[in-house]
């Protein structure tokens, strides 16, 4: 049944993350063609963002190491409608990769906290962003869009509650440099929805505006829906999910699973949010997925539409 609830969006664009943030949390390497297959599953159920690799040194992220071998697989997938096929990269040699194999959108994943960006970057924040600077500025002069990922936004596992002016002056900084888009990453899943509010607010007290903003929840604490949700009332429309509720993060143990892409549309769904997504389909995406690795899907929405007597 759909009961509107007012002040919502009418439309949200799902950034779906399942075949680059999930499967760079699986133990295993998941063939390129499989890969190749899933994104094409995906596009077809109606997702018009689908982050497809990252552009990483392989010896960091093994599970990707065959971004080159992939992308120039997934060509055709611009036939199936007018879907973006953004890559992670890091560096500039990573940007280089990307803009060889002819990446149209990349992003930059940089941290709130200082001890995640040592673990994950091997750079303190703002060597980090000194980093990004020639990588955003090529970019843009090539006419490629960028998206600033932020991580550890409401809670870090080493340093806990993270305070808001931190996490502003890193967005604010990303968003300098020249990103169109900024994400803003709960790690591991302790936002609560006062969070959430309290930060958006904080970020546009600062001048960046909340139509370049989308969020990232994990639901560690069962918590993303309810933080999307505040969101949402917020003015937010591009929310990051995954299919089958795959992923985590290989450098933050306690960061449990991305907020499942059929969660949020059957919620949506209901609240008459317009995705565009065709949710029998990107269930049946995920159970396929979920049989290539070999374990049943997290989300609740895929368990409850395939459960069986």
Avoid at 152 to 166: H, N, R, S, Y
Avoid at 191 to 199: D, E, I, K, S, W
Avoid at 259 to 271: C, F, I, K, N, Q
């Amino acid at each position: 049944m759909t009961v509107p609830l007012p002040g919502l969006p009418a439309r949200v664009r799902i950034h779906e993350v399942g075949a680059r943030d999930g499967l760079q949390n699986e133990a295993s390497v998941v063939p390129t063609e499989v890969k190749a297959q899933f994104i094409r599953r995906l596009a077809e159920a109606g997702l018009t963002t689908i982050e497809a690799t990252s552009f990483v040194h392989p010896k960091w992220v093994p599970q990707l190491a065959d971004a080159e071998q992939l992308f120039p697989l997934l060509g055709e997938i611009a036939d199936v409608g007018d879907v973006e096929l953004p890559v992670l990269v890091p560096n500039e040699r990573g940007l280089d990769r990307a803009l060889a194999l002819g990446a149209r959108r990349i992003a930059v994943f940089g941290s709130a906290t200082e001890t995640f960006a040592a673990r994950n970057l091997n750079r303190t924040v703002d060597e980090s962003l000194a980093m990004f600077e020639p990588v955003v500025a090529r970019a843009t002069a090539e006419g490629v869009g960028v998206r600033g990922y932020l991580s550890m936004c409401f809670g870090d596992p080493w340093e806990g509650a993270v305070p808001l002016g931190q996490v502003v002056r890193v967005a604010r900084a990303l968003m300098d440099l020249g990103c169109d888009e900024l994400s803003l990453g709960d790690t591991i899943g302790v936002a609560t929805p006062g969070q959430v509010v309290a930060l958006l607010a904080a970020l546009n007290d600062a001048g960046v505006p909340t139509a370049s903003i989308g969020v990232h929840f994990h639901d560690t604490y069962g918590q993303a829906l309810s933080n999307t949700l505040a969101a949402l009332q917020q003015g937010v429309t591009t929310v990051d999910a995954s299919a089958g509720g795959l992923g985590g993060c290989p450098y933050a143990k306690s960061a449990t699973g991305n907020l499942a892409t059929e969660d949020l549309v059957w919620m949506l769904d209901g609240l008459g949010v317009d995705t565009g997504v065709d949710l029998g389909a990107l269930t049946a995406t995920s159970v396929w997925m979920a049989e290539q690795l070999g374990r049943p899907s997290p989300s609740r929405t895929v368990r409850a539409l395939t459960h069986k007597e």
